[in-house]
């Protein structure tokens, strides 16, 4: 085994349906039967229930594989007055064990500047959540050469509030913006480039933290470039958008992590 397990996690976003995690169940029983990646589905908060009702019915005949679930978002109070919020309590209580923190389309679409992104990633942890925290710069920013620059600020923020040592239960994604939803990848190499990155600017204060993250790389992954992609020292996996709909790819996805 790897010293980090891979892991695949499917980000539905507002996408999917309950007859999609029935689908995908039905496809992990029959081949899935290996922990040498973790796989984790992350469905529109009303489907948790049920994913959570087929993790449990489907306990037997997963005996061996790694199947869990996670949040797309989570709210940075622990309860009150935030009507249409979700606290990482309630997530708790449904069966999360991750949730996605600072994604590109809610720091764009949301407004979530870094600065609540590192008090949610503080909130989800207090609640015993591990999050998955997504990092990427923009197209303009990869061309003026400012990626390793975003990529510094968004986790600085995060390591200010937070410290360090935090990142010992959390993961990180890379997620480039001119990659997500645009069916264009980041190379093996680029992806390679900016993980490495990542994990230098952790080791300078804690190699352990540094050596055991796990970065998941995000953005146009398919069955078609992911085994280079994911065979890259420093990529842990990916995190999946569009082919996590469809049960056929992201079943092929996860045997790909499986052998990278
Ligand atoms: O945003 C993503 C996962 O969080 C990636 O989306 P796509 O795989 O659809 O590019």
Not at 81 to 94: F, H, N, P, R, W
Not at 143 to 168: C, H, Q, S, Y
Not at 192 to 197: D, G, K
Not at 203 to 211: A, Q
Request: aromatic share 6%; glycine share 8%; hydrophobic share 40%.
């Amino acid at each position: 085994m790897a010293l980090r397990r891979p892991m695949v996690a499917g980000n539905w976003k507002m996408n999917g349906s309950a007859q999609l995690a029935q689908e995908l169940f039905k496809k992990f029983a029959a081949k899935l039967q290996n922990d040498s990646a973790e796989v984790v589905l992350c469905p529109p908060t009303i489907y948790l229930e049920s994913v959570r009702q087929l993790l449990e019915d489907n306990k037997q005949t997963l005996d061996g594989a790694l199947v869990r679930m996670g949040a797309q978002n989570v709210s940075q109070h622990d309860f009150g007055a935030y009507t249409g919020e979700i606290s990482g309590q309630m997530l708790k209580d449904s069966g999360c064990r991750y949730v996605i923190i600072g994604h590109s389309e809610r720091r764009r679409m949301y407004g979530e500047t870094s600065n609540i992104v590192a008090e949610k990633f503080a909130a989800a942890q207090k609640h015993g959540l591990t999050p998955i925290l997504c990092v990427g710069e923009s197209g303009p920013a990869r061309e003026a050469r400012r990626t390793f620059e975003v990529i510094a600020e968004e986790l600085d923020v995060v390591i200010e509030k937070n410290g360090t040592m935090a990142f010992d239960n959390a993961i990180i994604a890379y997620e480039p913006l001119w990659a997500v939803g645009t069916g264009k990848s980041a190379t093996p190499e680029q992806a390679q480039e900016v993980h490495a990155f990542i994990r230098s600017r952790l080791s300078e204060v804690s190699p352990f933290i540094g050596e055991n993250i796990r970065i998941l790389y995000g953005g146009s992954v398919t069955p078609n470039n992911a085994a280079d992609i994911f065979a890259q020292p420093d990529v842990d996996g990916g995190l999946i958008g569009g082919a996590s709909l469809n049960s056929s790819e992201f079943l092929s996805l996860c045997t790909i992590a499986m052998s990278a």
